[in-house]
């Protein structure tokens, strides 16, 4: 019985489980008000995330791109960043707050992109849109080192170091919640609401999941303000659910403004939301409510309800983001399964010192393997070629012909999600996502026992 934490063993990524350090910084940008991003770089690093981001969503939005040709690649590319601040800035009357994402060409190339904003700063923004208040952000997120997970962290960190200024204390609570869903979003405002705890939610995506209105706007924008990314270096507290998204922000938070931060967990299971709600009671003061007792009890029952019939036992691989993939992992071992492949797919050279892995190198009692830098060859490798027996799934939509060709119940989760109904909606968070996750997967494990007649019976009984 072990737990093997090792690196994928060859070079090269085949069907990789990330795209790279630019989307995370889109995915970050549409979380802010008045806020359109410009992408430096070829149009392909911005249609390819948009797309998969509209598709994870459902919803369409708003993010440009610099789209540099030949010439830039050879000659440098600023004069096309120049021209796209200038377009967006008179085509959008209420933007404010734009993002210059770089990309692989453009830092390899060598664009001064802190230069031209210094410059446009300078001579565009005075010349042409006197008054006006806009606020161009260098982000640098070449895509030759780390992924989208650390384009992510590296985008909040440099939107709060751009935005938060110390003025008075504001009683609120910051919490940075990472790359999730609009309705992981509404879950932890129900959370907090509940503890009446008043926080700045980075970043507020909520209203991507948006009702079509009788003035038949179909358009999404994120709402955290500026006013929001100001005030959290007046906030009384830090809560960062991931470890590596949204971590280095609150690193900054804590260091540049003394802010007391916790770090994690990611609030999956009821182990993990227990955790996050004594860190909101230890921060805030605030004690957790009868109602939230509740909640818990509902969920526990709804677990119990499952585990030991149905989801004991059962072998598990997840493949995703990693803070995401750690928090399912947990989840699984609480709920008596085995996650005997968890695949990290980050490139990230310490996760070896990451506290999670090591309690659960600590605490499984079977054969388990976690490899970093990993891909979905890794999983379908195991599957067709290692022998390796699998009940379960747990990743996002790329890995599906994997879970297809093999026969293998799959219960989508993470982004990009786009083959399932509704899931950017349902929360992974929280004891609501406790409940929803664990009938997911019982019910994918119920369809699966009746296609392949294996003990379906026990359905009629239960
Ligand atoms: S890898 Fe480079 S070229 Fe490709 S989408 Fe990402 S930033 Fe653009």
Avoid at 44 to 65: D, N, P, T, W, Y
Avoid at 82 to 95: I, S
Avoid at 259 to 272: A, H, L, S, V
Avoid at 424 to 435: S, T
């Amino acid at each position: 019985m072990s737990c093997e934490l090792k690196a994928k063993d060859r070079a090269g990524v085949i069907n990789p489980i990330f795209t790279c350090q630019p989307a995370g910084a889109q995915y970050v940008s549409i979380g802010i008000k008045d806020c359109i991003g410009i992408v430096h770089g070829g149009q392909g690093c911005v249609m390819f995330v948009r797309l998969l981001i509209s598709q994870h969503l459902k919803e369409s939005f708003e993010i440009a791109s610099s789209s540099v040709h030949e010439d830039g690649a050879v000659f440098g590319a600023l004069d096309r960043v120049e021209q796209a601040v200038d377009v967006l800035l008179m085509r959008y009357p209420h933007v404010k707050v734009i993002p210059i994402i770089t990309t692989c060409s453009t830092e390899v190339i060598g664009d001064d992109v802190d230069g031209v904003v210094r410059k446009l700063n300078e001579e565009l923004l005075q010349e042409k849109f006197p008054g006006r208040e806009v606020y161009l952000i260098p982000i640098h997120t070449p895509s030759f080192v780390g992924s989208m997970v650390s384009g992510y962290d590296v985008a909040v960190r440099d939107f709060v170091k751009y935005f938060a200024k110390k003025t008075e204390p504001n009683g609120k609570l910051n919490v940075v919640t990472g790359w999730v869903n609009p309705g992981d979003v509404t879950a932890l405002k129900h959370l907090l609401s509940e503890m009446q705890i008043d926080a700045t939610v980075l970043f507020e995506i909520e209203d991507f999941d948006s009702p079509v209105m009788p003035s038949g706007n179909t358009v999404s924008h994120g709402n955290t303000t500026i006013e929001d990314l100001r005030g959290t270096a007046n906030a009384l507290g830090t809560i960062a659910l991931n470890r590596y998204e949204g971590r280095k922000a609150a690193d900054w938070l804590a260091e540049e403004f003394d802010i007391p931060t916790i770090i994690g967990p990611t609030p999956i299971g009821i182990r993990n939301t227990d955790t996050f709600l004594q860190n909101l009671k230890k921060l805030t003061g605030k004690p957790i409510p009868e109602s939230l007792v509740r909640e818990r009890g509902i969920a526990i029952d709804a677990l119990t309800d499952l585990v030991h019939m149905f989801l004991a036992d059962k072998r598990v691989a997840i493949y995703g983001n990693p803070d995401l993939v750690i928090g399912l992992a947990e989840f699984c071992l609480d709920l008596e399964m085995k996650p005997v492949l968890v695949l990290l797919g980050d490139d990230n050279a310490h996760y070896d010192t990451d506290p999670r892995i090591t309690a659960l190198q600590e605490k499984v009692d079977f054969d388990m393997e976690i490899v970093t830098n990993a891909d979905l060859w890794d999983l379908e490798k195991r599957i067709t070629q290692d022998g390796l027996k699998l009940d379960l799934i747990l990743g996002h939509s790329k890995g599906r012909f994997t879970a297809i060709d093999n026969q293998i119940p799959m219960v989508r989760v993470g982004f990009p999600t786009y083959d399932r109904a509704g899931s950017y909606r349902h929360p992974v968070v929280g004891y609501a996502g406790a409940i929803w996750l664990a009938e997911q997967i019982a019910n994918a494990l119920f369809t699966d026992m009746e296609y392949k007649k294996n003990k379906e019976w026990l359905l009629n009984v239960w």
